[in-house]
């Protein structure tokens, strides 16, 4: 995770405390905004992911020459077997659906919620980066 300006202010800050919220899902790694992973509480991603789907969902916009529904439509599908790292989901999309597997996963990881799992992002590990999908509100 980032220790960014708001643990730069707190003396108290425990780096392995924001290990143990995401490995007990009270953190959520996500990305919210462009592509880029944000640390948010649970319940907080729950109401915030939604509420920025609109501003998202103009990423995707001519990515893939299938609808964006499609591609989380067989997202879906292949992350109900369980997490996956985005490697494997992307040749998973490519191998059912036409367009590259990169521009498939961006269309997927926009029209979708999809929660970056420990042990990527606890402290000190750099490991995993297997992705599910997000709970619904």
């Not at 003396?11 to 007990?24: Q, T």
């Not at 996963?105 to 990527?120: D, E, F, K, N």
Request: hydrophobic share 35%.
């Amino acid at each position: 995770p980032c220790a960014g300006p708001a643990t730069d202010t707190r003396e108290d800050f425990d780096p392995a405390g924001v290990s143990r919220g995401l490995e007990e899902a009270r953190w959520v790694r996500l990305s919210t905004l462009r592509g880029t992973l944000h640390l948010h509480t649970a319940d907080n991603a729950l109401w915030l992911r939604p509420w920025l789907q609109e501003s998202l969902d103009k990423q995707c916009a001519q990515r893939a020459p299938v609808p964006p529904e499609r591609v989380r439509e067989v997202a879906r599908e292949i992350l109900a077997d369980g997490p996956v790292d985005q490697r494997e989901l992307s040749q998973l999309l490519a191998a059912r659906l036409p367009g590259s597997p990169s521009d498939l996963w961006v269309v997927a990881r926009v029209t979708m919620p999809l929660v970056q799992l420990p042990p990527r992002g606890t402290w000190g590990e750099a490991r995993g980066g297997r992705k599910t999908p997000c709970p619904p509100n």
